[in-house]
C-alpha cells in the first residue's frame, strides 16, 4: 500500500455522541501511535501499540477514550460520549520497527488525520 | 512529566536568510526527531539524532543534539520558499515507548 490511511478524514458529531476513527498503518509495521493535535498545536501523544499490545495508554484524556488493535494491523481509536474540547484534528502513525529502536530508525509515518468537529 | 519546549513559534524570514528552531527538554531524552508539517498536511519525518553531540546534515538543513542530550536544534541555510511550514522535535525519554512533541516553529519565508 501508499502509506498509513485515516478514515473518516471529516467528522461531524453532537455532542454526546460516539465516534469510531480508523487507522490503516502501513503493512508489515510494527508499531502503531496515536496523537491528537490541537489547532496551532504540535501533536498530542495518545496512545502506543506493538503489534497488537497497547503497551502504553498514559495520553489518553479520560476513560471516554479507547483504542484497539486486535490483530495487529488496522487501529480503531474510539471516543464514547463526545465532548466540544475533543475537537482536534487525529492523527495516527506507524513504525517498522519497536518504538526506541535505536539500532534502525523509529521514522513515524503519518497518515492524513480525521478532523473531528463536536458541536 | 516530560516537556518539550521549541522557540521561537513563529519566524518569518526573507527568502535567502538563515533559520534555526530550538528544543529543550525537561528531562534528558534517548534519542529525538525531527518532523515538518505543511499547512494543511501531516507530520512528514526529517531525522533521528541518537548520540552526544551529534550533528547531522540533509543539503542545506543541519541538525544538532546536544551533549546533555536535553536540546536540539536545526537550522536551514538559505530558505527558500519550498522551507515554508511548521518544524517539529519530538522527544523520548529512556526506557519509554512515548514521544513528546515540541510545541512548533512556524516558518514564514517571504520571496
Same mark, same amino acid.
Given at each position: 500500500?501508499?502509506?498509513?490511511?485515516? #478514515?473518516?478524514?471529516?467528522?461531524?458529531?453532537?455532542?454526546?455522541? =460516539?465516534?469510531? /476513527?480508523?487507522?490503516?498503518?502501513?503493512?508489515? %509495521?510494527?508499531?502503531?501511535?496515536?496523537?491528537?493535535?490541537?489547532?496551532?498545536?504540535?501533536?498530542?501523544? *495518545?496512545?502506543?501499540?506493538?503489534?497488537?499490545?497497547?503497551? =502504553?495508554?498514559?495520553?489518553?484524556?479520560?476513560?471516554?477514550?479507547?483504542?484497539?488493535?486486535?490483530?495487529?494491523?488496522?487501529?480503531? *481509536?474510539?471516543?464514547?460520549?463526545?465532548?466540544?474540547?475533543?475537537?482536534?484534528?487525529?492523527?495516527?502513525?506507524?513504525? /517498522?520497527?519497536?518504538?526506541?529502536?535505536?539500532?534502525?530508525?523509529?521514522?513515524?509515518?503519518?497518515?492524513?488525520?480525521?478532523?473531528?468537529?463536536?458541536? | 512529566?516530560?516537556?518539550?519546549?521549541?522557540?521561537?513559534?513563529?519566524? %518569518?524570514?526573507?527568502?535567502?536568510?538563515?533559520?534555526?528552531?530550538?528544543?529543550?527538554?525537561?528531562?534528558?531524552?534517548?534519542?529525538?526527531?525531527?518532523?515538518?508539517?505543511?499547512?494543511?498536511? %501531516?507530520?512528514?519525518? *526529517?531525522?533521528?539524532?541518537?548520540?552526544?553531540?551529534?550533528?547531522?546534515?540533509?543539503?542545506?538543513?543541519?541538525?544538532?543534539?546536544?551533549?546533555?542530550?536535553?536540546? #536540539?536544534?536545526? %537550522?536551514?541555510?538559505?530558505?527558500?520558499?519550498?522551507?515554508?511550514?511548521?518544524?517539529?522535535?519530538?522527544?523520548?525519554?529512556?526506557?519509554?515507548?512515548?514521544?513528546?512533541?515540541?510545541?512548533?516553529?512556524?516558518?514564514?519565508? *517571504?520571496?
Amino acid at each position: 500500500g501508499a502509506g498509513v490511511s485515516q #478514515s473518516p478524514r471529516y467528522k461531524v458529531a453532537k455532542r454526546g455522541q =460516539d465516534v469510531a /476513527l480508523r487507522c490503516d498503518p502501513i503493512s508489515g %509495521h510494527v508499531s502503531l501511535f496515536w496523537y491528537q493535535q490541537a489547532l496551532g498545536q504540535g501533536p498530542e501523544f *495518545l496512545t502506543y501499540f506493538q503489534n497488537e499490545a497497547q503497551l =502504553d495508554k498514559s495520553g489518553l484524556p479520560s476513560d471516554r477514550f479507547f483504542a484497539e488493535r486486535p490483530e495487529g494491523s488496522v487501529s480503531t *481509536l474510539k471516543i464514547q460520549r463526545t465532548q466540544q474540547e475533543d475537537s482536534a484534528v487525529y492523527l495516527c502513525a506507524s513504525s /517498522l520497527v519497536l518504538a526506541g529502536g535505536l539500532t534502525r530508525n523509529d521514522e513515524q509515518f503519518f497518515g492524513p488525520g480525521t478532523r473531528l468537529t463536536v458541536l | 512529566g516530560q516537556q518539550v519546549m521549541q522557540i521561537p513559534q513563529y519566524q %518569518h524570514v526573507q527568502e535567502g536568510e538563515d533559520f534555526t528552531t530550538y528544543c529543550n527538554s525537561s528531562t534528558t531524552l534517548s534519542n529525538i526527531q525531527w518532523y515538518k508539517q505543511r499547512p494543511g498536511g %501531516h507530520p512528514v519525518f *526529517l531525522i533521528q539524532l541518537v548520540k552526544s553531540g551529534e550533528v547531522k546534515k540533509q543539503k542545506r538543513l543541519t541538525f544538532q543534539f546536544g551533549e546533555a542530550k536535553k536540546n #536540539s536544534s536545526l %537550522h536551514i541555510t538559505a530558505t527558500q520558499t519550498t522551507d515554508v511550514g511548521t518544524y517539529f522535535c519530538a522527544g523520548r525519554a529512556s526506557g519509554t515507548y512515548k514521544y513528546n512533541f515540541g510545541t512548533g516553529t512556524r516558518l514564514k519565508v *517571504l520571496a
